[in-house]
């Protein structure tokens, strides 16, 4: 993976145009920037595999993943999606393994960054933990999870 560097400014608008961080403040931006790192990946780069340790939440900022889970592909992963969560908030192992299907710009948080984000934005941990429960429901449906 790739580290790119923004100014500030550009950071901002970039975070403010995800919509995870959309409704965020200037000051929750200034955060959040402060917080997350930018990173670049090409096409077919393994972002996570179902079963190993998590370490990382994404944001995706720019590009297209699919997740697979057991084998099966879930709906694609687009600007403005995110996965990694559930391992940083559980300690459980990564449900899915997600691929890079095109060259993509990633927002990317560590375990400690992640929670500091979670504990210092509470609108976003709000709107992470309302993603999360529609994933469980979609699969408790048998729809994808993504």
């Known amino acids: 993976m790739k580290a790119r560097r923004r100014s500030r400014d550009a950071k901002l608008e970039l975070l403010g145009g995800v919509p995870l961080f959309r ?24 972002l996570t595999r179902q079963g190993e340790p998590g370490w990382e939440f994404f944001v995706i900022a720019d590009g297209e993943a699919r997740a697979a889970m057991r084998g099966r592909g879930t709906s694609p992963l687009r600007r403005g999606s995110f996965f990694g969560e559930m391992s940083l908030l559980d300690g459980g192992p990564r449900s899915a393994t997600v691929t890079a299907e ?12 992640f ?20 994933r469980l429901r979609n699969a408790e449906r048998g729809q994808p999870a993504h």
């Open 23 to 46: 409704a965020c403040s200037k000051r929750d931006l200034s955060r959040i920037a402060a917080l997350v790192d930018e990173v670049d990946v090409p096409k077919g780069r393994v």
């Open 102 to 113: 095109t060259d993509m710009h990633l927002l990317v948080l560590s375990s400690r960054n």
């Open 115 to 134: 929670s500091a984000l979670i504990d210092d934005v509470p609108g976003v941990g709000r709107r992470v933990l309302k993603v999360l429960a529609e």
